[in-house]
């Protein structure tokens, strides 16, 4: 069965009785006889100037013959078409359909030709009998296949079945994307004097001072100004403006991303009237919640800007009282700043009738790349639903009234209105449109220090096809070829031997990390300590703290400490196992070198994992990683320890799981 039915214009019928196949009739005889009277003008001319008369008169005559062969042809053809059609009890649609068969379309494109003539009107001159022949003959060739399936089920089957080459779709970066605004990738040779920077305040000019802060990293001296200049323009209330623009930044681990949110977000509400929660900081996890929240609350001293840190370290009544208290029949803010992981936020949106967001000026997302991949949790759209809800609501609050924003109309930016501005951040940020587009950002703009193939392409050309990242300035990088059972002792000499300490060390599972824990503990001569989902938040947080103050050498770590975490002078970090993918590479290499300061990064590798794993490396943009050889000869001194330690761990960890 068609899908469509195109009535076609045939002509004017007369004496409007003539039936369609006798219409077609005498428009083909009309043809023909075109076409004979063509033919015999072009046969005169030729004979005029050939003078060749007599093989003129026998030409005619078997010309004539074939025309008539292939005229009843033509016909017959015209008739079984029809036949075919009223079978089906529709008329056929002319236009082609893209994924019919090719052998259908070329029957088709006989048809539209010999149609388009007979509308038109126009001669057939060009078309020979002979062509006429081939291309009826062709069609019947065609029909067969498809006459008997149309006959017996009565429907005509559209579409092909037949495979086709498939083009490959290019990737293409939308704009925002693939021309980012450039940070500077060297961080000592681009410093900006913080005084030099327009907009913040003497207080906190002073407050960068005392914290031995005189010059702002490239990625602060860029995105600063960016979100104060957006805070200028953007305040909605009685001053007009536009609705900022949403940021990403994408800078190496190590870089000062966390000031460069910190210092005009305080900036900006220092200016506030009312104490209401004006920016949200979503962080993936409570010891990184913790850290920003340290440094939101000390340059957030001294001015009228509050802080509150809810990470779950405390009950949740106890957050609930943090963030308002009563004033008479009142119940007034107390937090301009919100530091939260997104588990807590959901529960404090859902349980806490206190925890307004209607006046969110800022949702700063940290760790972006890992934040929209824990987006299943759905915290961004409760985040949304609760900053729009008094759009929802019965009341009319004109002055913060809020609309979910949709198309820039002149309708719709009026009355003006606080605008939402996202602000991303992470070393490792996706250059996926389909992942960050989940976040719904607003013509966003890019800080990115990535100098690569991908990010240097215009919107239309094909991207790289590996993601490229930046590496920290002051990192080498090394790999170490290894057996499995070399590993402790190769970290020992690390330890011991070779003196570089404080290391950080990883590993692939919270199992691995405890077990090699105490090993190195049963060896002896190692300050060491684990961290990891084993150990209670308060535990990790003394562990970290310790760390800091070089009270231990060795912190043998799972992915927990991997992302973030800013710990003061790591010299060195050891991944023990390999890790899987090159994002956590990148973080776990990048609590090294830091600030600009020199650290190195080993990664233990078998002979299997070498191949893919160096790969992996550079393709991701590594400046290049080292293999670094230890002989067998200098661990041959602890392997008779070693022995020996390993029958101890045998008992510890079995007495450890009859615990269990
Ligand atoms: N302008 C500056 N001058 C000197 N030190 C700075 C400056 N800005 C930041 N730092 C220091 O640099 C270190 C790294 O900063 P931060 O933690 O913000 O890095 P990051 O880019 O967020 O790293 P990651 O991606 O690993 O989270 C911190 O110890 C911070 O105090």
């Keep these: 069965m068609s899908l469509f039915l195109v009535n076609r214009y045939l002509g004017d019928d007369e004496d409007g009785v003539i039936s369609k196949v006798s219409h077609s009739q005498a428009l083909l005889t009309k043809l023909q006889q075109k076409v004979k009277q063509k033919q015999k003008q072009s046969l005169a001319k030729q004979r005029e100037r050939t003078g060749e008369e007599e093989t003129e008169q026998q030409e005619v005559p078997s010309e004539t013959k074939d025309e008539k062969r292939s005229s009843e042809k033509h016909q017959q053809q015209k008739k079984k078409k029809k036949k075919r059609k009223s079978t089906a009890g529709v008329l056929l649609d002319a236009d082609s359909n893209s994924s019919e068969p090719a052998g259908k379309k070329k029957r088709k494109g006989a048809e539209d030709k010999k149609q388009t003539s007979q509308e038109s009107g126009q001669s057939v001159v060009g078309v020979s009998p002979e062509s006429c022949r081939c291309e009826t003959e062709r069609e019947q060739e065609v029909e067969e296949p498809n006459k008997d399936s149309s006959a017996a089920t009565g429907f005509r089957v559209l579409g092909g079945f037949e495979s086709r080459p498939v083009h490959k779709a290019k990737r293409v970066l939308p704009q925002w994307l693939a021309e980012p605004d450039v940070i500077h990738r060297d961080i000592k040779c681009n410093l900006v004097p913080v005084s030099s920077v327009s907009g913040v305040s003497a207080q906190l000019l002073r407050k960068l001072e005392a914290n031995g802060i005189q010059h702002f990293f490239p990625v602060q001296a860029e995105v600063i100004p960016a979100i104060l200049e957006g805070a200028q323009h953007g305040f909605l209330i009685g001053r007009g403006g536009y609705r900022p623009r949403d940021l990403c930044v994408s800078a190496p681990t190590g870089s000062g991303k966390t000031l460069a949110f910190v210092i005009p977000v305080i900036q900006v509400l220092m200016e ?26 000390s340059y957030a001293e001294g001015t009228p800007v509050k802080v509150v840190m809810l990470g779950g370290q405390r009950s949740f009544a106890a957050e609930c009282a943090s963030l308002s208290e009563q004033r008479g029949s009142v119940r007034c803010s107390t937090a301009d700043i919100v530091v939260v992981t997104p588990g807590r936020l959901v529960d404090h949106i859902s349980k806490n009738p206190g925890f307004c967001l209607e006046h969110l000026r800022f949702l700063i997302i940290d760790e972006a790349d890992r934040m929209i991949d824990s987006m299943n949790q759905l915290w961004l759209s409760q985040v949304l639903k609760a900053v729009y809800c008094s759009a929802a609501g019965p009341e009319d609050r004109t002055l913060f009234r809020r609309t979910k924003p949709a198309c820039i109309t002149a309708a719709s930016l009026s009355p003006g209105q606080m605008p939402l501005q996202k602000l991303l951040f992470s070393a490792t940020l996706t250059q996926n449109p389909e992942k960050l587009q989940q976040l719904g950002l607003h013509q966003p703009q890019l ?32 790999y170490v070829p290894c057996t499995m059972n070399k590993k402790p002792l190769l970290i020992l000499h690390f330890v011991l031997y070779l003196k570089l300490r404080p290391i950080l060390c990883f590993t692939n599972s919270r199992e691995t990390a405890h077990r090699l824990y105490c090993l190195v503990k049963l060896f002896g001569g190692v300050q060491a300590a684990e961290f990891s989902s084993r150990l209670s938040p308060g535990e990790r947080k003394k562990t970290l703290k310790d760390f800091e103050k070089g009270k ?13 975490i800013d710990i003061k002078d790591v010299k060195c970090v050891v991944n023990y196992d390999a890790p899987q993918f090159i994002r956590t590479y990148i973080h776990r290499i990048g609590r090294t070198a830091r600030a600009g300061k020199p650290g190195l990064a080993f990664t233990f590798l078998l002979r299997i994992q070498e191949n893919n794993f160096l790969r992996m490396v550079m393709d991701a ?40």
């Design 272 to 297: 506030r009237t009312v104490c209401e929660i004006r920016a949200l900081a979503v962080l993936p996890t409570k010891e990184l919640a913790q850290q920003v929240y340290k440094v939101f609350a």
């Design 447 to 478: 800080f990115s220090s990535v100098h690569s193939p991908s990010s240097s392409m215009t919107p239309a050309e094909p991207t790289h096809k590996h993601e490229h990242f930046d590496f920290p300035q002051g990192l080498t990088e090394f």
């Design 552 to 564: 231990i050498q060795l912190l043998i770590s799972t992915d927990a400490a991997a992302r973030g």
């Design 621 to 660: 943009g590594s400046p290049g990683i080292q293999r670094q050889l230890v002989k067998p000869e200098c661990l041959k001194g602890m392997e008779k320890q070693y022995e020996v330690v390993l029958q101890e761990l045998a008992d510890v960890i079995k007495d450890e799981k009859s615990r269990h």
